[in-house]
């Protein structure tokens, strides 16, 4: 009786060694592709969302401080502040053959 515990006690051994192994691989695959992935993003120039949402603070900002002075600028001039209007883009002209 004693050899079929021991038997069964390898067995369940090989077992757990064999899901640990496995696990291991899993996790190595898992980490080999993210840094595959995230090779492939920087080499395509993509921004995370980190640096998007600090530019568009930036930006933000950035105009909020353009309206004030804007105002302070027509206050020191005693007129109002003109709203800029918006430039479209203007198509460039062809040369002519």
Not at 13 to 36: I, P, R
Not at 90 to 96: E, G, I, R, V, W
């Amino acid at each position: 009786m004693q050899s079929r515990n021991k038997i069964v006690e390898d067995i369940s051994q090989l077992m757990n060694n064999a899901m640990g192994v496995a696990q291991g691989a899993k996790s190595e695959a898992e980490s080999a592709m993210k840094g595959w992935v995230d090779r492939w993003m920087a080499d395509r120039d993509f921004v995370t969302r980190e640096e998007f949402d600090a530019v568009s603070a930036m930006a933000k900002k950035a105009r909020e401080e353009n309206t004030a002075l804007a105002k302070r600028i027509a206050a020191l001039e005693g007129g109002t502040p003109k709203p800029r209007a918006k430039t479209a883009a203007k198509p460039k002209a062809k040369p002519k053959s």
